[in-house]
């Protein structure tokens, strides 16, 4: 109790407060003072850096430094915002596919359109990963004509199968078609055998027979009228006997060119009957050119004496041997010579396709063969020959051995008057050279004088002149 009056009064005091005025008088003098020293010394440093900065900016050393820290420092801002707004944003991507199929809906029993691209190209727009799902994916483009009547029409062009979370852009976005009403034609059914070539050539084709030989097409008139003709294609690929296919039909204008055209049915039921004909004819050696140096061929030896041919039998009947050449002008002394064997027109293929020739020169010698008859072809006109000459005098060369086998019943001289008119002419006279022959022949006198008379001779023969 004493204690807190004592307090008390001294609190009332008036030195007391005096000595609190001044300390607290004190303690706000010292923070003026230290405030006052801080700012000075802010003050001093914000100079200092100024002046630096000034020293820098306006030096010309420091120059180059400086725009290039200005131009870094822009280049990271604007990119900086531009990735902010990358990353803040989905991906647009855009992808073109080219040549999607179209699909036409209408009614093609009764409808023939055209005017229809087959194809168009379309554009995907939407998000990356949509878009690439959606490339992958089996869309098509659709052009609905449902409901159409005949005539021409505009339609639009959509798509199917691309998703909902793409836009997808067709081109182009609308096609004119135009629907024409069918009608129906009725066509002979013909053939072609095809892949020929995977075919073994030693088998022939015979005629194909037909389930029926007529087929309806349906189509517009205008189609109709422009096919000339339905085959049937006929696979004959690795066949080696009597065979059946169901083969497929198909329609063609008179160039050759298919035609789009609703065949019924499109396939018809064909037996074939494969046969392999052939026929065993000698070879021949048909030699060309003169052996150089004065020889002459004694001997050829070859080493397959026929060979058999394939081919359909109207050939066959034309064909009684097979040739091949001999260049007599690069035998030099006794060879071996290989040699093709060469197939007339119409065989497929042969037993034999080259043989080997063993060749035997020796000496030439000519001789001359005297009083052969003179023959003439391909007359209409009776004729006259100047002077009623009938022979002429042959001269051959060959080895000794071979022409002494020659006499003039083994030789043919002749004219050919195929293109004689009334009136005197000359006409070319020619030897026969024999298929195979080793000796050569040679006419001594290369024309005769004939007077052609204008009356003609319906029993003319090609026959000697001496019986004309």
Known sequence: MTNMKNKKIKDNNPDSKLELANKIAKQSKKVVNTYAHFE??????????????????????????VSLGLAILLYVTVNFNSQNSIFGNPLVNAKEVMDV????????????????PTSANITLVGEGSNVNAAVNQKGTIVANLEGLTEGQHVVKLTTEGYGDN????????????????????????????????????????????FEYSKVNVRASKETLDSIAFIKALIDVTNVDSNFEQEATLVAYDK??????????????????????????????????????NGKAIQSITMDHESVTIYASESVLSKINEVGVSLDASTLTKDSNVLRPITLPTGVKSSSVNQITMDVKLGEGVTKVIPNVPIYHKNTKYKFTVLNDQAYVDVEIF??????????????????????????????????????????????????LSVTVLGETDDNATDESVGTN
Not at 417 to 439: C, D, H, I, R, Y
């Open 40 to 65: 000075d010394s802010l003050f001093r440093i914000i100079r200092s850096f100024s002046s630096w900065i000034d020293n820098v900016l306006f030096n010309q050393r420091f120059s180059v430094i």
């Open 101 to 116: 199929p179209i699909t036409a809906r209408y009614n093609s029993d009764t409808f023939e359109i055209s005017g229809l």
């Open 166 to 209: 793409i836009t997808v852009k067709v081109d182009p976005t609308d096609v004119v078609v135009t629907l024409k009403k069918k009608s129906t034609g009725q066509f002979d059914i013909g053939y072609d055998f095809i892949n020929q070539d995977k075919m073994n050539s030693i088998y022939s084709l015979g005629t194909p027979e």
């Open 255 to 292: 160039k050759g060119i298919p035609v789009n055209a609703d065949i019924v049915p499109n396939t018809v039921k064909v037996k074939v009957p494969v046969t392999s004909p052939n026929k065993t004819v000698p070879i021949v050696v048909e030699t060309v050119g003169d052996v150089p």
């Open 398 to 447: 060959g080895t000794q051995e071979n022409i002494d086998k020659v006499n003039a019943d083994d030789i043919m001289v002749y004219f050919d008057m195929s293109g004689a008119t009334p009136g005197n002419q000359e006409f070319k006279l020619s030897v026969e050279q024999p298929v195979g022959s080793l000796v050569k022949y040679s006419v001594s006198q290369p024309t």
